[in-house]
């Protein structure tokens, strides 16, 4: 995770929550320490699709923060389309499961600020991609970002 955020504006959500979007959304309040998603029945979370391994991802509560974790499934977990090992979930995140969308909804916190804590992008964390494909070599992020937005050059118009 490259930024850790502290929301603090209120939602007016009682209890953590999670909604699994869809025609019928369904909304499951998170109530105890752990809740495990997958396709297993056993699961607090059940999402009834084949690329959902039986124990997917699951959420723990540490304190007042809700933390998202992959259990080593095959497709990955995603988080504000990002894919992510794990990461603390902040009030509207949206979490991508297989085909199944989440909202994520935490209770208000009363005071302070929003924060967000960037590195320096001296530091920035290697690129994602396999060190085989980039020559074996890590790169910084804003350079593999940088180096996938550049324009291409135009076609002259006489070839």
Do not use: K
């Amino acid at each position: 995770m490259i930024g850790d955020t502290t929301d603090t504006r209120p939602t007016g959500v009682a209890t953590p929550s999670l909604t699994v979007e869809g025609r019928d959304p369904v909304t499951v309040a998170l109530t105890e320490p752990v809740v495990v998603i997958g396709r297993d029945r056993g699961c607090g979370v059940v999402l009834d699709d084949i690329t959902v391994s039986r124990r997917h991802a699951e959420l723990r509560r540490e304190g007042n923060a809700v933390v998202l974790t992959d259990l080593g499934s095959l497709n990955g977990t995603y988080l504000n389309r990002t894919p992510v090992d794990s990461a603390v979930l902040h009030d509207g995140d949206t979490i991508w499961i297989g085909d199944h969308r989440m909202t994520f909804r935490s209770p208000p916190v009363t005071s302070g600020p929003r924060l967000l804590r960037l590195p320096d992008w001296e530091t920035a964390l290697p690129s994602p991609r396999p060190s085989a494909a980039i020559g074996g070599a890590h790169r910084p992020v804003l350079a593999e970002f940088a180096r996938d937005i550049a324009p291409e050059p135009a076609a002259s118009p006489c070839s």
